[in-house]
């Protein structure tokens, strides 16, 4: 029988992946009851098996795409590839992830009056003009680029957030987020940090696109869920009122060059793998780093983790998961 105290019922969508599943860890840890809704494309059943058996917890593996019918009190809604690699492998599919994926979580959070988060991303703002990027910039996106599949689909689902918003009163919680990196990352998504530690690790060379000039801000995987929870607790506004709905940036503020990053991760993992230079990929932002003002006025949330000891701790997953053989 569920138990109708504090608790709630929660569906996280992409529950599979990288971020969805320390979401899981802390929702189940709080004592929440967790639906996973994942297609298993990016995500991996090794980052639930721990609960695979636990009585809050349920799996059901399906595409958000099409309709979903549950009853829960709260949705989280994450499930899109995320690094370049996998989001350009089946462009298609990434923008219908994005767009038929939010009509269908918003549609199922209208009928149960739920509160609904969105996991959206700093690619909204494209390769920006402006510098940190405040949630106010419009952003400087290719709309028939490479990365449009993500980033306008994106940019369409924080659309139909505000649509939903707006039109039917519904309570949403919008979250930019920056570059996460920690374990449970694919160690072949194609993404820098996965990439750099899985090839330090195994003694192979660093690639680095372009001349390694270009930045990033990396926030560890702790933090960024911490935001999450915040940002969902957030209690609703007067009268029935929603709440905050965003959006709000949530990332590091300490910003690095790519190259950087590399001589951070070989000096961690004490490798001697040269570094090889590749070409850049099309439309890859030159710089971006969140301006987490709001965030920290609305959440008193700011990261608190430093770089050195997130990858450490990430360094640590990767090297496990090598020896397993996985
Ligand atoms: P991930 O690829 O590890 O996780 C995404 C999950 O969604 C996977 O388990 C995948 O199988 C699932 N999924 C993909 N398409 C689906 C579909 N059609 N139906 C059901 N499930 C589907 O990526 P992540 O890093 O955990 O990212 C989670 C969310 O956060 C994504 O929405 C992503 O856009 C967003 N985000 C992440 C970052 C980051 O740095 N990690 C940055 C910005 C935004
Ligand atoms: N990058 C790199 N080498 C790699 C993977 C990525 O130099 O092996 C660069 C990439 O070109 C980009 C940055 O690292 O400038 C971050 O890439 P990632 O795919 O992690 O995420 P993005 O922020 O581009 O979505």
Redesign the pocket.
Known sequence: MRNYDESKRILI?????????HLIDRLIERGDEVIC????????KR?IEHLLTHPRFEFIR????FPLFVEVDQIY???????PV??QHDPV??T???V??AINMLGLAKRLRARIF??????VYGDPSVHPQPETYWGNVNPIGVRSC?DEG?RCAETLFFDYHRQHRLDIRVA??????GP???PN?G?VVSNFIVQALKGEPITLYGDGQQTRSF?Y?DD?VEGFLRFMNLSAGENGQPGFPGPINL?APREFTIRELADLILKATNSSSPLVFKPLPLDDPMQRKPDITLARQHLGWEPQVPLEDGLLKTIAYFDNLLAKGD
Not at 13 to 21: K, R
Request: net charge neutral.
């Open positions: 969508t992409g529950g599979a992946g990288f971020l969805g599943s809704v994942d297609n298993l494309s990016t995500g991996s980052n399906h595409d958000v795409t809604n994450l499930g899109c590839p995320a690094s996998h989001y599919q990434t219908k992830t994005s038929h994926g969105q996991a959206s991303t700093s690619e993500y994106k930019r987020i920056f570059n996460t990196y449970h990352m694919h998504d993404r926030c995987v960024l990332g």
